[in-house]
């Protein structure tokens, strides 16, 4: 019952041994030990500004080639990285070739304003105001 309080037991020295033993060997078949490590592509890379006036910072350091590939490759646009699109916003805009082949001089798709006479005393009487020939 939550109203009895129970009386303490006090573990041995044996005991407490025992515990620490179990608490050391699972750390131990848990434990990883990493050795290689990478920027993770997934998150932005914050920068941050050196002290301009520091010796060891002005230093030429050689350019690490991998990183570098790896900073260009974030860099590059959605299209440039992946195949096919990750998103559904990146699906408006994907594509940007024309479905169709836009020939100027293919009349079956380009219907042009055509002016003959009609429209044209049309237009001009439209554009002073007639009112009697609308």
């Not at 037991?9 to 515990?19: S, T």
Request: charged content about 30%; proline content about 7%.
């Amino acid at each position: 019952m939550a109203g009895h309080p129970r009386e303490k037991v006090i573990p041995d020295e044996i005991h407490q041994n025992q515990i620490l033993r179990e608490l050391y060997h699972k750390e131990l078949r848990t434990q990883k030990l990493y050795t290689q490590y990478h920027v993770n592509p997934l998150r932005k890379i914050h920068t941050i500004t050196r002290k301009p006036m520091s010796w060891h910072d002005n230093l030429e350091e050689p350019a690490d080639a991998r990183f570098l590939n790896l900073i260009h490759h974030t860099a590059q646009g959605p299209k440039k990285k992946y195949p096919e699109t990750q998103t559904e916003n990146q699906e408006v805009g994907w594509d940007l070739e024309p479905l169709v082949n836009p020939e100027r001089h293919d009349r079956r798709l380009n219907h042009f304003r055509v002016c003959s006479d009609i429209t044209l005393y049309k237009a001009k009487t439209w554009g002073l105001g007639d009112d009697r020939h609308k």
